[in-house]
Nanobody, 115 residues
Framework: QVRLVESGGGSVQAGGSLRLSCSAS????????MSWYRQAPGKQRDLVAL???????NYSDAVNGRFIVSRDNVRRTLFLQMSDLKPEDTAVYYC?????????WGKGTLVTVSA
């Protein structure tokens, strides 16, 4: 059973930083592409960052240059280092992967950025 558990969210002022983590179990983590998504109140869930099994990364235009996605295959953990946070970054952040044709999401962690 695939399980993704996010942590590290919280409240921060604009310009601050946070580091999110996503612990994965029940999946061969090192061969999986992993992603971070976010969903702001009243909006759709959007891709924030992706890291492939080989370590290649891709970012949304909104966060490119401010966020860094990384992974630790030994610890089976995905990270998102967020810097220069803006109020528009306020959202629930979700970890995502796909395994045997099925989508798996964590329950999310809330990030609130105040002006």
């Amino acid at each position: 059973q695939v399980r993704l558990v996010e942590s590290g969210g919280g409240s921060v002022q604009a310009g601050g930083s946070l580091r999110l983590s996503c612990s994965a179990s029940g999946v061969n983590f090192k061969i999986k592409d992993m992603s971070w998504y976010r969903q702001a109140p009243g909006k759709q869930r959007d891709l924030v960052a992706l890291i492939t099994s080989g370590g290649a990364t891709n970012y949304s235009d909104a966060v490119n240059g401010r966020f860094i996605v990384s992974r630790d295959n030994v610890r089976r953990t995905l990270f998102l280092q967020m810097s220069d946070l803006k109020p528009e970054d306020t959202a629930v952040y979700y970890c995502y992967t796909r395994n045997w044709g099925n989508d798996y999401w964590g329950k999310g962690t809330l990030v609130t950025v105040s002006a």
